[in-house]
């Protein structure tokens, strides 16, 4: 199989294999969603080739104001002039004249391409524009950064392609998506995700997950595709095929049927209880990112919610969700769980998950930045507010609170603090609050594993958030697919961390989930199980697979298979023994 798209786009069926991150299959026509910055290289260029660079530049800039107007009075006509009104100040910023003689003089005396030197020079822009205490230029930043896509896919020569625009059901593709382009997706209308970049525990791979999306990462050169023509994606083998055939798509129909004759089995375990042989209970609930998710969630006979990721509220608008706006989504979410908890997680942003009005600023490091409880404790005003609409969905008392990215116990004493606080408030203001409300942090920092005992002390669980352990541990970027097979959750190092963590968290007496992608891994659960973790939170259609995993396993078994790996040298060893031990206990769901 060829390892790169090419251009032209071939016309008869070629495949592609990639890595498969989410099931299912599906075929129809490819948009390009190929606004990133990450595509936009460095080019030398000849003096003499000054002159077309800048032509090119001009007839871009061309290009864009006539798109721009053109959508400018489309919204005009069909929501009134005063709404459409923003497309004059994208015009104005595409029309911004210091910027485009910064971008001349930098072609001129750099002698690079114009893409790089206009994207380099939005960059410098829109930062400043952030760095100001000022909503109107922040405003500004937003209105460069939109104009600038567009006029980086003229350049490149791209098709234009609007995610709220596009009006039948595609496939999308980009060369990586982030989690506010995944955010804002009208679900009726993306069949299915290809990526260049990404992998199994990126956060466009959970989020396609849980939208029950069949994604494929790791195919390049997406971005040469023809958009409109057809594609299919098989997110069980990792295929990305162009112009299938039509034989190809008969078989890959009869495929879909056995799938779905396989998950009407499992459903059938919907009411069974996750118990293994030997009769140890394991709880197994949800992950849910939006509260489009509950309806799938209960399908699958989650007992509760595990970890909701609040931040895709932050992240899906452009600005702030209100006090009364979270607390309403938060009460919904508490009541569909019923007689089960939620566990609803404080805004994790950073990293990955930005969007200009978190205002956080360009970092080196994002990953080891301004990012989940750091970010809070930097936005007390923010925190606060999420706190006390957490609480006021508490009218139950089966919500729970937990605080991620905790690398020290005194970020823990700052937000168990500040919890009492505002619960004291609200009791105060006559919002009836339950006698106790349980609050726990993620171990998903290698600090905060190794200090479990000391955090043990300070709430009433954890929760593994194994994406970023292994990724801090292997120093293993969780989102690079150069490095994805290194990222291995069966690493002699991973698993001594995550036993130091179950030890503690019983020897104090509480309770220990994981709530990462490795709990959605029916390979793992024997490993999983042998650690005594006490609960799994996975994407809803992996709970089915897990229960029947669970069922087959032997703890005492189990515990032995972890005390042989904790002592195993390599991370391919282990792996290889639970491939078997799954292989053997329940091959049908592999
Ligand atoms: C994790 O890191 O495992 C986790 C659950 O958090 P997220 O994937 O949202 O970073
Ligand atoms: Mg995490």
Same mark, same amino acid.
């Given at each position: 199989?060829?390892?790169?798209?090419?251009?032209?786009?071939?016309?008869?069926? #070629? +495949?592609?294999?990639?890595?498969?991150?989410?099931?299912?299959?599906?075929?129809?026509?490819?948009?390009?969603?190929?606004?990133?910055?990450?595509?936009?290289?460095?080019?030398?260029?000849?003096?003499?080739?000054?002159?077309?660079?800048?032509?090119?530049?001009?007839?871009?800039?061309?290009?864009?104001?006539? &798109?721009?107007?053109?959508?400018?009075?489309?919204?005009?006509?069909?929501?009134?002039?005063?709404?459409?009104?923003?497309?004059?100040?994208?015009?104005?910023?595409?029309?911004?004249?210091?910027?485009?003689?910064?971008?001349?003089?930098?072609?001129?005396?750099?002698?690079?391409?114009?893409?790089?030197?206009?994207?380099?020079?939005?960059?410098?822009?829109?930062?400043?524009?952030?760095?100001?205490?000022?909503?109107?230029?922040?405003?500004?930043?937003?209105?460069?950064?939109?104009?600038?896509? +567009?006029?980086?896919?003229?350049?490149?020569?791209?098709?234009?392609?609007?995610?709220? /625009?596009?009006?039948?059901?595609?496939?999308?593709?980009?060369?990586?998506?982030?989690?506010?382009?995944?955010?804002?997706?009208?679900?009726?209308?993306?069949?299915?995700?290809?990526?260049?970049?990404?992998?199994?525990?990126?956060?466009?791979?959970?989020?396609?997950?849980?939208?029950?999306?069949?994604?494929?990462?790791?195919?390049?050169?997406? %971005?040469?595709?023809?958009?409109?023509?057809?594609?299919?994606?098989?997110?069980?083998?990792?295929?990305?095929?162009?112009?299938?055939?039509?034989?190809?798509?008969?078989?890959?129909?009869?495929?879909?049927?056995?799938?779905?004759?396989?998950?009407?089995?499992?459903?059938?375990? +919907?009411?069974?209880?996750?118990?293994?042989?030997?009769?140890?209970?394991?709880?197994?609930?949800?992950?849910?990112?939006?509260?489009?998710?509950?309806?799938?969630?209960?399908?699958?006979?989650?007992?509760?919610?595990?970890?909701?990721?609040?931040?895709?509220?932050?992240?899906?608008?452009?600005?702030?969700?209100?006090?009364?706006?979270?607390?309403?989504?938060?009460?919904?979410?508490?009541?569909?769980?019923?007689?089960?908890?939620?566990?609803?997680?404080?805004?994790?942003?950073? %990293?990955?998950?930005?969007?200009?009005?978190?205002?956080?600023?360009?970092?080196?490091?994002?990953?080891?930045?301004?990012?989940?409880?750091?970010?809070?404790?930097?936005?007390?005003?923010?925190?606060?507010? &999420?706190?006390?609409?957490?609480?006021?969905? @508490?009218?139950?008392?089966?919500?729970?609170?937990?605080?991620?990215?905790?690398?020290?116990?005194?970020?823990?004493?700052?937000?168990?603090?500040?919890?009492?606080?505002?619960?004291?408030?609200?009791?105060?203001?006559?919002?009836?609050?339950?006698? #106790?409300?349980?609050?726990?942090?993620?171990?998903?920092?290698?600090?905060?594993?190794?200090?479990?005992?000391?955090?043990?002390?300070?709430?009433?669980?954890?929760?593994?958030?194994?994406?970023?352990?292994?990724?801090?541990?292997?120093?293993?970027?969780? /989102?690079?697919?150069?490095?994805?097979?290194?990222?291995?959750?069966?690493?002699?190092?991973?698993?001594?961390?995550?036993? @130091?963590?179950?030890?503690?968290?019983?020897?104090?007496?509480?309770?220990?989930?994981?709530?990462?992608?490795?709990?959605?891994?029916?390979?793992?659960?024997?490993?999983?199980? /042998?650690?005594?973790?006490?609960?799994?939170?996975?994407?809803?259609?992996?709970?089915?697979?897990?229960?029947?995993?669970? &069922?087959?396993?032997?703890?005492?078994?189990?515990?032995?298979?972890?005390?042989?790996?904790?002592?195993?040298?390599?991370?391919?060893?282990?792996?290889?023994?639970?491939?078997?031990?799954?292989? +053997?206990?329940?091959?049908?769901?592999?």
């Amino acid at each position: 199989m060829p390892d790169e798209t090419p251009a032209p786009t071939p016309t008869t069926e #070629t +495949r592609y294999k990639g890595l498969a991150v989410s099931p299912g299959i599906v075929w129809g026509p490819a948009v390009l969603l190929y606004a990133d910055e990450h595509i936009v290289r460095k080019r030398r260029i000849r003096p003499e080739d000054v002159s077309n660079e800048l032509t090119r530049f001009e007839a871009a800039l061309l290009k864009t104001r006539q &798109q721009i107007t053109a959508i400018r009075n489309q919204m005009a006509e069909s929501i009134g002039e005063s709404d459409a009104s923003i497309f004059d100040a994208h015009i104005l910023s595409l029309e911004d004249s210091s910027l485009i003689e910064s971008v001349k003089e930098q072609v001129f005396s750099r002698l690079v391409n114009v893409d790089f030197a206009y994207e380099q020079v939005v960059r410098v822009y829109t930062r400043k524009m952030r760095e100001l205490d000022d909503d109107y230029f922040r405003e500004r930043a937003a209105d460069f950064a939109d104009v600038s896509r +567009r006029v980086l896919r003229n350049l490149q020569g791209k098709a234009e392609f609007e995610l709220q /625009g596009m009006d039948a059901p595609s496939i999308v593709l980009a060369h990586d998506l982030s989690p506010s382009d995944t955010a804002g997706f009208d679900r009726k209308l993306v069949l299915g995700i290809v990526t260049e970049a990404g992998s199994r525990t990126s956060h466009s791979a959970i989020m396609a997950r849980s939208l029950n999306l069949p994604a494929v990462v790791g195919i390049k050169g997406l %971005g040469r595709i023809e958009p409109g023509v057809e594609v299919l994606v098989d997110g069980y083998e990792g295929l990305f095929i162009i112009a299938p055939s039509e034989q190809t798509k008969a078989d890959y129909g009869a495929r879909e049927h056995e799938h779905d004759v396989v998950e009407a089995k499992l459903d059938e375990l +919907r009411e069974t209880l996750p118990v293994t042989v030997d009769q140890r209970r394991i709880t197994v609930a949800g992950n849910v990112e939006l509260v489009e998710d509950l309806p799938l969630l209960i399908e699958h006979g989650a007992e509760g919610i595990g970890l909701v990721r609040t931040e895709y509220l932050f992240l899906s608008e452009d600005e702030f969700p209100s006090e009364d706006a979270q607390a309403e989504i938060y009460a919904q979410l508490a009541q569909a769980s019923k007689p089960h908890a939620v566990i609803i997680r404080t805004l994790d942003v950073g %990293g990955d998950k930005k969007r200009p009005h978190l205002g956080i600023d360009q970092e080196i490091n994002p990953f080891l930045g301004f990012r989940g409880i750091r970010y809070s404790m930097g936005r007390p005003d923010l925190f606060r507010t &999420q706190l006390r609409a957490i609480c006021r969905a @508490n009218t139950d008392g089966n919500v729970k609170v937990m605080f991620p990215m905790v690398s020290d116990v005194n970020e823990v004493k700052f937000a168990c603090g500040m919890l009492q606080e505002v619960r004291a408030e609200l009791v105060a203001e006559g919002v009836a609050q339950p006698e #106790t409300m349980d609050c726990g942090v993620m171990i998903e920092v290698p600090s905060a594993a190794l200090i479990a005992d000391v955090l043990a002390r300070h709430v009433k669980f954890f929760s593994i958030g194994s994406n970023d352990l292994i990724q801090y541990t292997l120093a293993i970027d969780r /989102g690079n697919e150069k490095v994805s097979a290194m990222y291995q959750p069966a690493h002699p190092a991973v698993v001594r961390l995550l036993k @130091n963590v179950v030890d503690a968290a019983h020897a104090s007496g509480i309770w220990v989930g994981v709530c990462g992608e490795m709990a959605s891994d029916v390979v793992l659960m024997p490993m999983l199980v /042998g650690l005594g973790i006490d609960e799994l939170s996975a994407i809803p259609n992996a709970i089915p697979r897990i229960k029947r995993a669970i &069922q087959a396993l032997n703890y005492e078994e189990a515990k032995e298979l972890v005390g042989r790996f904790v002592q195993s040298e390599t991370a391919e060893a282990n792996q290889q023994e639970l491939e078997a031990i799954a292989g +053997r206990l329940y091959p049908e769901i592999l």
